[in-house]
């Protein structure tokens, strides 16, 4: 089987309703809490992407029994530092950042040795910025210069900490609110803005959990040794996959699009504030709050007379992973879009930064990388009738969907590569896009 797509025609008008499937950084968050309660938990519309089965299976390595009945996730908890496993164990956590290094968090109390490894990509990224706090609890690691594989061996007494996040990850947040759930004391993480998820759903379990607000930092304080209750979670859909058919809908002609039950956590509905402020068209209705999390219906409609962005530097990390989408709205607004402090963006599955200045490129817009600041100059009149290949973008799931959605919207005769990519988030992203009307081959 061709691991390529070819796109030859940009999309026909279309007015369709569509249901995504679970929130990617949900999934893996409730089947890690739910392995620490000592109860049955549920979950329904739980995204099966290769990164939400890595954890799965890891889980099952560590002895926590998980089975699918329809719809239907059941895992049967085996409570704080329950998990039991042979020794010399190794978890691979294949592509997922969130998962290897929120995992790590959960396992500071372990006795024996354990040892993590990733996909080639995984590898090659910084995880010494969670082994730093993760030690403070008292957990020891032997890394390959800070990257996997990784060896961690915990701590019979961990110790509560106090920790200061700067960087605005919400994994490094999330992986020391996990620890502390085993220490004896009061954790305390000051901790740039970043997502929520983790926080929200600690409330949602009544987990003792306070938050102070500043302008910058979220004060958070944790009492561990606390009884987790079992979790039973409809999950709502994502955003992060949800974007890639907004931004079709926003480029496409005559287009009117409604997606059901989104999680529009104010955390990750970055990029539906800069293209509403780029003229989008782009509507939540139905608004309502699910165990803490924000859910409505987005609406979209075709927009014309897109206008550039200077994009206000304290909204990155709510848009982190839409941005190569957002860059590509850029290249058909008028006017010239300027991004910066964007580093974050250089330590995902790929550079990229690099990497979209390399997209745009190719497809003749002008732009500039200034160590971590972005520049683009927009073509409204942007309609492409070239051949274009794309391949080398590092197997990174969110090019590959990116490519589809400029082939399907500004035209010319593409070759697409690494189409099984998308498996890592959203595996039935090609099945979707054929329900708008996307014809590919």
């Known amino acids: 089987m061709s691991s390529r797509i070819k796109i030859n025609n940009i999309i026909e008008p279309f007015n369709k309703i569509l249901e995504i499937e679970g929130d990617k950084s949900l999934s893996i968050r409730f089947a890690l809490l739910a392995s620490q309660s000592d109860k049955k938990s549920k979950a329904t519309n739980l995204l099966k992407s290769e990164d939400v089965l890595s954890t799965l299976n890891c889980l ?29 164990i190794t ?12 995992i790590m968090g959960l396992l500071i109390h372990t006795k024996n040795e354990i040892k993590i490894i990733g996909d080639k990509s995984l590898s090659k990224r910084d995880f010494y910025r969670i082994t730093k706090p993760l030690n403070k609890f008292g ?14 061996k915990g701590t019979d007494f961990p110790k509560s900490i106090k920790y200061v996040e700067s960087k605005g990850s919400a994994q490094i947040k999330s992986s ?18 970043s997502r929520n998820h983790s926080e929200l759903i600690f409330k949602h379990l009544k987990l003792p959990i306070k938050i102070k607000k500043t302008k910058n930092f979220d ?12 979790l039973n ?10 974007a890639f058919f ?48 924000k859910v409505a219906d987005i609406h979209v409609k075709s927009s014309n007379k897109l206008k550039s962005i200077n994009c206000p530097k304290e909204i990155n990390s709510r848009l982190i992973d839409e ?32 990497l979209s200045s390399k997209f745009l490129n190719m497809l003749g817009i002008i732009n500039e990388i200034n160590i971590n600041s972005f520049k683009i100059k927009g073509n409204p009149n942007l309609l492409l009738s070239k051949n274009f290949t794309v391949k080398d973008f590092f197997k990174d799931h969110r090019i590959f969907m990116l490519s589809c959605i400029a082939a399907l919207t500004l035209g010319g005769m593409w070759k697409i590569h690494d189409k099984n990519s998308v498996n890592t988030s959203f595996p039935n992203f090609l099945k979707t896009l054929k329900k708008l009307g996307g014809k590919f081959k």
């Open 219 to 230: 004060i958070i304080e944790i009492e561990g040794k606390k009884t987790i209750k079992p």
């Open 139 to 152: 957990a020891k690691f032997k890394t390959n210069s800070g990257k996997l594989p990784i060896i961690i």
């Open 91 to 102: 978890l691979n956590a294949g592509n997922s950042g969130t998962l290897a290094r929120l």
């Open 176 to 193: 020391i609110m996990l620890a502390a759930l085993n220490t004896n004391g009061k954790t305390i993480i000051k901790a740039k803005k």
């Open 246 to 293: 907004i931004v079709l809908t926003l480029l496409s002609k005559n287009s009117k699009l409604v997606i059901k039950n989104i999680n529009v956590n104010e955390t990750r509905t970055g990029i539906i504030d800069i293209l509403k402020k780029m003229n989008g068209k782009i509507f939540l209705k139905n608004k309502r709050y699910y165990k803490g999390e």
């Open 233 to 242: 979670y409809n999950i709502p859909s994502d955003i992060s996959s949800s």
């Open 60 to 88: 099952r390595k560590l002895g926590v029994k998980i089975k699918f009945k329809k719809k239907i996730c059941e895992i049967n908890g085996l409570g704080l530092n329950g998990y039991k496993y042979k020794k010399n």
């Open 323 to 354: 941005l190569p989408l957002i860059f590509l709205v850029c290249a058909k607004a008028k006017g010239i879009s300027k991004f910066e402090n964007l580093d974050e963006l250089r330590h995902k599955e790929s550079d990229r930064l690099k």
